[in-house]
């Protein structure tokens, strides 16, 4: 499979599940079990399907990449702010909106945004992804690019994580067949989220989803990319539908956990192997043609890795 077909099978495999799950990110279930409807109990509505931050953050990645032929740190704080400015950003989390009206008003990309615990959200890692089809990165840059937003060690090692999935999806070290958590375990920092894989891959073979997601399912990085990388870990026994479908289900920040798990699972199949009847609800979306011409762009300004 070639590496362009990889890289569109990311970037819409992540699209597609930010604009499935944005629908039901944090949405209770109510227990209704004791209401009366005289008209008959009406039909669940189906949330539209809409791109978030997520997926837009990710092309404003692609973006800095395509524009610029050395990776440097201030060509994607200059990126993110240029998207607030023109309101290209829906849903912005609280550490990247602070970053982002500390970098309007004149602040260095190394000084703004949160720091501590409160900056320990999935943030960077939902808008890494393209950083792992780059010829070269090393971690240092790895880690200032999540530091723009979060500067927070789980932050950083929540997008290593991604990037090493991703790449391992590449080069053919992840098939789908091995153990993706092992996989990334040998090449993390002793951290949190280091710490909660552990914790997954003790389950079971074959534990279901929804166990794992009793872990955790929030918007914090130490809940959202193990069950994110757990649910792409499943991708042979679930299909990608049916993984978008069981997260969304869990609960919690479902377009960021179906976003990753989207981008990771996406490489590995690429774009020829996602089911026709998602992309046709993408299709239809406004944003899909600004998706799609950032993915020629992408392809035809870079070498891949």
């Keep these: 499979m070639e590496i ?11 699209a597609i599940g930010d604009a499935l799950g944005s629908g039901y990110e944090n949405l209770l279930e109510e227990n209704d079990k004791k209401v009366f409807y005289p008209f008959g109990k009406p039909e669940k509505k189906i949330p539209e399907w809409k791109i978030t931050d997520d ?26 702010l240029e998207y607030y400015k023109q309101r290209k950003i829906s849903g912005i989390g609280s550490s990247t909106l602070k970053a982002l009206r500390e970098l309007e008003v004149g602040g260095h990309w190394s000084q703004v945004g949160r720091k501590g615990e409160y900056a320990a959200g999935n943030g960077a890692a ?15 840059q790895i880690r200032e ?23 391992s999806a590449l080069n053919g070290i992840w098939t789908g067949k091995e153990n993706l958590i092992e996989i990334i375990l040998e090449q993390i920092p002793d951290t949190r989220v280091r710490d909660r894989l552990i914790e997954i891959n003790k389950f079971p073979i074959g534990v279901k989803l929804s166990e794992i997601g009793k872990l955790g399912n ?3 990085v130490v809940n959202s990319i193990p069950l994110a990388i757990a649910a792409a870990n499943k991708i042979n026994e679930l299909g990608i539908e049916k993984m978008f479908l069981e997260l969304i289900e869990i609960g919690g ?25 998602l992309l046709k609800q ?24």
Excluded at 57 to 80: D, G, H, M, P, S
Aim: charged share 25%; glycine share 6%; proline share 2%.
């Design 282 to 305: 993408l299709k239809v979306l406004d944003d899909y043609e600004w998706i799609k011409e950032t993915i020629i762009k992408f392809e035809k300004n870079r070498k891949w890795v």
């Design 218 to 220: 929030s918007g914090y």
């Design 55 to 80: 997926t837009q953050l990710t092309l404003a990645t692609c973006e800095a990449i395509i524009e610029n032929q050395k990776i440097r740190t201030e060509n994607f704080a200059e990126k993110y």
């Design 126 to 140: 939902m808008r890494i992804v393209p950083i792992a089809f780059i010829e070269e990165i090393t971690r240092e």
């Design 145 to 167: 690019i999540c530091f723009i937003t979060h500067s927070n060690d789980e932050a950083y090692v929540g997008a290593l994580s991604v990037v090493i999935a991703v790449k």
């Design 4 to 14: 362009a077909e990889k890289f569109e099978g990311c970037i819409i495999g992540g």
């Design 253 to 277: 920040d479902t377009d960021t956990n179906c976003s990753i798990a989207g981008q990771i699972v996406g490489t590995l199949i690429g774009i020829n192997n996602i089911p026709s009847n």
